[in-house]
């Protein structure tokens, strides 16, 4: 089975990397054609750490060749870029059959759409699922224990991606079918966390840290239920887990 992963910045790599024993085939599509050659060449990149590919991944910067025969489509790309990039897999022979697994975390402005939303606009035939939680590249690449979630409407699409991407102790998964959830999860913490680092940055202490998580999170849980999230998702892996990473 091949995996095709759209985005070499240090999580693309990562998840590149971490991901390799668990497909035949790995593609990784990088649009600047500097670290494409860089990668090729070397095989590994020092910016913003050291990561080394298997020398079985293969790297392009042509679409068409990376998603060709992929069952599994990674988006690992900067969230302004999502739409761009939707619009040039149809040019490159994108297939219904394919999933597309995004995780990449954020909100398109100005509609404020939620990625999988961008996606099923522009590749309305693709099943979508989502990753998030709390995973730190640096520390994914150092083999840390790291849990996350896999959300798509479809279960099946869901606990599929949920066995191919989990690595035994290293990179464990929970899928559910709370897409709104999960996305507006890992979206609306970064909001707090800047927050957090203002408050530490300012000397204000652990008791504010916790008013401004606790208020925080209850915020997150308001707004994300009343654009139908399960509220539970929120006290979870994305939510709760993303706040505290």
């Known amino acids: 089975m091949k995996l095709a992963v759209l985005g070499a910045g240090s999580w693309g790599l990562c998840l590149t990397n971490l991901l390799n024993d668990n497909f035949e ?64 897999l149809k040019e490159s022979g994108i297939t219904k ?45 150092k083999g840390l224990p790291t849990a996350a979630s896999v959300a798509c409407a479809d279960m099946e699409t869901a606990n599929f991606v949920q066995e191919k991407f989990t690595v035994s102790d290293k990179f464990r998964l929970y899928s559910n079918n709370d897409v709104i959830g999960v996305e507006l999860g890992g979206s609306l913490k970064n909001v707090i966390a800047i927050a957090s680092g203002f408050i530490e940055a300012m000397g204000l202490g652990d008791n504010a840290r916790g008013a401004l998580l606790t208020r925080g999170l209850s915020e997150m849980v308001r707004i994300s239920v009343a654009l139908g999230a399960n509220p539970s998702t929120l006290y979870g892996l994305s939510g709760v887990g993303d706040l505290i990473a």
């Open 25 to 88: 085939e790995i593609c990784l599509w990088s649009r600047e054609e500097d670290l494409t050659e860089e990668l090729l060449n070397t095989k590994s990149t020092r910016f913003p750490f050291e990561i080394k590919l298997d020398d079985k991944v293969q790297i392009t910067s042509n679409l068409e060749e990376a998603i060709k025969d992929a069952k599994i489509i990674l988006f690992v790309v900067a969230t302004s870029g999502i739409r761009p990039v939707c619009q040039k």
């Open 97 to 141: 059959d394919q999933i597309i697994v995004n995780a990449s975390k954020g909100l398109e402005l100005p509609g404020l759409y939620r990625m999988s939303e961008v996606i099923l606009q522009e590749l309305p035939e693709n099943k979508v699922v989502v990753l998030s939680g709390p995973t730190l590249a640096r520390e994914v690449l």
